[in-house]
């Protein structure tokens, strides 16, 4: 008997992803970095040719950030009443809180494009295999 050793695109694929995955997966503790830290780390790895090698990273870093800005928005909130302000008329939006939607939103498109890109091409195996 012989085996088939040969690889398809598909499997090389995702031998390639998970490969990548483990080199970005660096156990970064970003509980640690600044709000302007964890976007601009956002944007680095959201340039990865294989979005969703750093997808992981990118949710917890998106995790942080919201705790991060939630404890903010409650330290400022709390200034706010104890400077006499009522607390329901305050109304405070992050300065970064913008810039980092727009980040993430760029990295959600990202993956909706490339997994397009993957169901085109699995057509396309299929089609062929037929």
Same mark, same amino acid.
């Given at each position: 008997?012989?085996?088939?050793?040969?690889?398809?695109?598909?499997?090389?694929?995702?031998?390639?992803?998970?490969?990548?995955?483990?080199?970005?997966?660096?156990?970064?503790?970003?509980?640690?970095?600044?709000?302007?830290?964890l976007i601009e780390k956002?944007?680095?790895?959201?340039?990865?040719?294989?979005?969703?090698?750093?997808?992981?990273?990118?949710?917890?870093?998106?995790?942080v950030f919201y705790k991060?800005?939630?404890?903010?928005?409650?330290?400022?909130?709390?200034?706010?009443?104890?400077?006499?302000?009522?607390?329901?008329?305050?109304?405070? *939006?992050?300065?970064? /809180?913008?810039?980092? %939607?727009s980040a993430y939103n $760029?990295? +959600?498109? @990202? &993956? *909706?494009?490339?997994? /397009?890109?993957?169901? %085109?091409?699995?057509?396309? $195996?299929? +089609?062929? @295999? &037929?």
């Open positions: 008997m012989t085996e088939n050793t040969e690889t398809t695109p598909l499997e090389e694929s995702q031998n390639e992803e998970l490969t990548q995955e483990k080199v970005i997966a660096e156990n970064i503790d970003y509980n640690e970095h600044s709000l302007e830290e956002m944007a680095a790895l959201i340039s990865a040719e294989k979005i969703y090698t750093v997808a992981k990273e990118v949710e917890n870093i998106k995790s991060k800005l939630a404890l903010d928005k409650a330290e400022k909130k709390a200034a706010f009443t104890e400077a006499g302000g009522v607390e329901e008329e305050y109304d405070y *939006a992050h300065p970064l /809180e913008k810039s980092f %939607k $760029n990295f +959600k498109n @990202k &993956k *909706a494009s490339y997994r /397009e890109e993957q169901d %085109k091409r699995f057509a396309s $195996n299929l +089609k062929i @295999k &037929k």
